[in-house]
């Protein structure tokens, strides 16, 4: 509910004072629950997930541009992507996630 509740809020054209607390709100209800994403993430860790990530920053780049509704992670997802590709291409295919590791560090 508070991830819904979130992205309904962060949509809206403006803000005010009670629309921003709402958000806060929101953040917390999602931030007392995330530990229930723990058990489906490989590392057993949220961080380093950019959405999630990017959520803690809403509230503030609204207070320095109004609003939030037309913002999204399409760069970052394309960006992504490509490195994946690029990634999966240099390697040789077996065991293929440690080499798809070592080519993105370098």
């Known amino acids: 509910k508070s991830i819904t509740d979130f992205i309904l809020i962060a949509g809206y054209h403006s803000h005010i004072e009670t629309t921003l607390q709402y958000l ?3 953040l917390h209800g999602i931030s007392r629950n995330i530990h229930l994403f723990l058990p489906y993430r490989h590392n057993q860790s949220i ?3 950019p959405k999630i ?3 803690f920053h809403y509230i503030e780049c609204i207070k320095e541009m109004d ?4 913002s999204d992670t399409e760069v970052s997802e394309a960006a992504h992507k490509n490195l994946i590709k690029d990634g ?3 390697s040789n295919k077996v065991d293929y996630i ?3 590791l070592r080519w993105e560090t370098r």
């Open 24 to 26: 806060q709100d929101a």
């Open 47 to 49: 961080s380093k997930i």
């Open 53 to 55: 990530h990017s959520l």
């Open 67 to 70: 609003s939030a509704d037309n």
């Open 88 to 90: 999966n291409r240099a």
């Open 98 to 100: 440690p080499q798809m």
